[in-house]
């Protein structure tokens, strides 16, 4: 049986990136918004690109924190951004949308996603992996872990140096695997299964854009800033 142990460095850089991940979050909660009153699809389309841009410019704060994600080469550092901030961005959709809530809300919320204006062709897509993540019931940890080990993803278009990115992301993925033995002893498979999501969160992602382009709206307006990161306009 493997005596699996978290170093002292490695609980210092759980800490770290647990910490950086609850800081840089999401300023008013999405889920509260939608499920106060229910919105126009125009109104959900602007909620969208404005819950999007924030969630950019956060997710630049929280890789600040990585350790060794600054001593990378500076394109780098924008080529990992931009090629992981609409996974980013889906995996914290569902894990906002895996939050413990009062009996019933959950379901408001999911209907009023179904209702706020996206084409129904993504609908079964996104809520397959939305409720696949639900049935993780991941920590905080894990989710933390998760987005950084998403960000850091090696093979990203345009990243030059990608040894320097395994690296790092290697360092993470190893102290995922020992969380997931720790935390859940009767669930070997468990850790395969996290990563397993990453590629259905990939294969979601590919649909982004025409998620958006598709948003029953009579006008698709994004900010500078998303027209940068989401391949729109
Ligand atoms: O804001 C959002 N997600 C977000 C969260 C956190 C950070 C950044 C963005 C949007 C809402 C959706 C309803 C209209 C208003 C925006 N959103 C999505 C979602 C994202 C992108 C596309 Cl193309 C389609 C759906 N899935 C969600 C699940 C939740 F539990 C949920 F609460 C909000 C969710």
Redesign the pocket.
Known sequence: KEKVEITKEQRTLMKVIVDAYSTHQ?PQD??KK?LQEQ?SADE??L??TE??T??VQVLVEFTKNIPGFLSLDREDQIALLKGSAVEA??L???Q??SRKMPSGQTEV?EE??RK???SEE?IIP?FNF?KSIVSLHMVQEEQALLTTITILTPDRPYVKDQQAVERIQETMLELLRKLCVLQRPQEPQYFARLLGRLTELRTLSHY?AE??TS?RTNDHKFTPLLCEIWDVQ
Do not use: E, K, P, T
């Open positions: 999401i999405v889920a939608l919105y959900n389309f909620l969208l819950m999007a924030s969630q961005m889906f914290r959709s569902a906002v949308f919320l009023r996603i706020s204006g996206i993504f996104m939305y982004h998620m958006l948003w």
